[in-house]
């Protein structure tokens, strides 16, 4: 039998177990009490902090981010923080969203062939242009490509056209980066990342975050948004 988590449970897991995979990307960092922080400036489109409790403080996350040079973010979990005094404006609020464990998911439809990315770096790096819409340039390096952590393809042909990213931590799995080049293959992109996590971690709910026509497309594939959260960046 399954126990899911209480809501507060659920919201501090996928608050730790974004922050791992945020550490995972950025190759470095460090958990305090209250929070991950990186001292210096993290890859593009990661942030710099993720509070890991409400009760977390601006202090806390000043005491552990570069403020000094451009570009310091802040992923404020619980939508608690008010970092406006220290010269951060909010970029984009969101939800925090939660599936079940082990709860079926739709076919996969859209016409494309799913397989995990393995072993070569220049899979990954194909993997990262379909996403970005450009050139893979080693945003997602080969040390993401390890156990806990799955990249997840969708080709049409030889062309990858949906993906999505599976990691583990916090007791959660979480589904981030999930791409299509429509909305069929988006739809096929989650369906098939519920799949996907149900098999490798049947007794693990799922969670992530959207906002927007994402939130939309999640909450389209069963998930349920659980709580708001702000990303903040330093413009002063």
């Given at each position: 039998?399954?126990i899911e ?6 919201l501090r ?27 210096r400036?993290?890859p ?7 509070t890991l ?31 406006a ?22 076919p996969a ?9 393995e072993?070569?770096h ?8 379909a ?6 340039t080693g ?20 062309r ?18 999930v ?7 988006t739809?096929?992109?989650?369906a ?32 349920t ?12």
């Open positions: 039998m399954i988590p209480d809501t507060s449970e659920l897991a996928a608050a730790r177990n974004n922050a791992e995979w945020c550490g995972a990307v950025s190759r470095g960092g460090h958990f305090r009490r209250t929070l991950w922080c990186s001292p400036r993290t593009p489109l990661y942030p710099d902090a993720v409790t409400p009760g977390a403080s601006a202090a806390d996350v000043l005491a552990g981010v570069d403020t000094a040079t451009p570009g310091c973010s802040v992923k404020d979990s619980f939508a608690s923080l008010d970092l005094p220290a010269g951060f404006e909010v970029l984009f609020e969101a939800q925090w969203i939660h599936r079940p464990a082990g709860a079926a998911a739709g439809g859209g016409g494309l062939e799913w397989a995990e990315v072993g070569p220049g899979q990954l790096r194909s993997w990262e242009a996403w970005s819409g450009g050139e893979g945003l997602f390096h080969p040390g993401l490509v390890r156990e806990g952590i799955v990249f997840l393809a969708g080709y049409d042909g030889p990858i056209a949906a993906g999505a990213v599976l990691s583990t931590g916090g007791g959660v799995v979480g589904v981030s980066n791409f299509g080049r429509n909305g069929q293959a739809d096929s992109a989650w098939t990342a519920l799949t996907t996590a149900a098999r490798h971690w049947p007794g693990l709910p799922v969670v992530g975050y959207e906002h927007g026509e994402d939130l939309h497309t999640a909450v389209r594939a069963g998930f948004p659980i709580g708001p959260l702000r990303v903040w960046l330093h413009t002063a």
